[in-house]
């Protein structure tokens, strides 16, 4: 497919700094990824949209970035607020417009707010709406966060999903390997699989007001698109219950819990045994 125009991309100078980023970055992806990339067709060729992505390996922005740049679209990517501390790292993010997401602080309306104007100036914009790489068994997209389904629904703009496959080979998610034990495998290439599907319809979602109920049912939407086009990708069915990373997380500590209520029954009965 052909590459399209960056008028659409804006600023100049933004643009600029974008394409000295590809010179250094473009090389080393080549290096260890056989890209595939598919869906480009699907992509808007004017104004602003979202591109909703998986996330199964800590190099998926950097793959999918190389994708996303390659269609004409380059993106601008919600990221830790941390990686904009990095020497020279941070210095690029910030030339290249990406967006810093300060979690769980007073500024984590910037990223909602920056995400909006750039959609509404005609950019792509990047979301994981997982928020953080998945903890699925076996690598399917986890529920989402509702983020990406507010900016959408508040903005009108299309939501592109997209999955990328593969990655995980190079450098496993929290270093699970496929022994079970943290390993990079590095060389040779791996195939790396991106690809977008056709824009989600949110179109019932369009006019209501934004209740919980109302984002939450968008993201399901947003989510089961995702993982339709990775399941694409597969070749595999993908599980019939979505992993819940919350639930998963209150069911630990109500495991916990109960394993401490049963050792503590275990000493009581002990100490009266002993006082008899």
Not at 10 to 21: C, E, K, L, T, V
Not at 134 to 159: E, Y
Request: aromatic share 10%.
């Amino acid at each position: 497919m052909a590459r399209r125009s960056y008028a659409s991309f804006g600023n100049a100078d933004y643009g600029i700094w974008y394409r000295f980023a590809a010179v250094l970055v473009k090389p080393v992806t080549t290096a260890l990824v056989k890209p595939d990339w598919r869906g480009w067709e699907h992509l808007p060729k004017e104004g602003g949209f979202i591109a909703a992505v998986n996330h199964n390996s800590i190099i998926d922005p950097v793959v999918y970035a190389h994708w996303q740049y390659n269609s004409g679209r380059p993106p601008r990517i919600l990221g830790k607020s941390s990686l904009f501390s990095i020497p020279f790292i941070g210095f690029m993010l910030r030339k290249t417009g990406q967006i810093p997401v300060f979690r769980e602080s007073t500024d984590a309306a910037q990223a909602f707010r920056a995400a909006i104007d750039a959609v509404n100036g005609g950019q792509c914009v990047q979301f994981y709406p997982e928020g953080t790489l998945t903890r699925d068994p076996d690598l399917w997209p986890m529920t989402g966060k509702s983020g990406v389904a507010r900016v959408a629904l508040m903005t009108g703009a299309p939501v592109i999903p997209v999955a990328h496959w593969g990655a995980h080979e190079i450098i496993p998610p929290y270093g699970r390997g496929a022994s079970g034990k943290g390993k990079f495998n590095l060389f040779p290439r791996h195939r790396v699989t991106v690809a977008a599907g056709p824009a989600v319809d949110l179109s019932k979602y369009q006019d209501q007001e934004l209740t919980p109920q109302v984002l939450k049912d968008a993201t399901e939407d947003i989510m089961e698109a995702i993982t339709a086009v990775l399941a694409g990708i597969r070749g595999e069915e993908p599980p019939a219950e979505r992993y819940d990373m919350r639930a998963a997380a209150r069911h630990r500590a109500e495991a916990a819990a109960a394993e401490r209520q049963r050792a503590a029954g275990k000493r009581y009965n002990g100490d009266e045994e002993a006082g008899k």
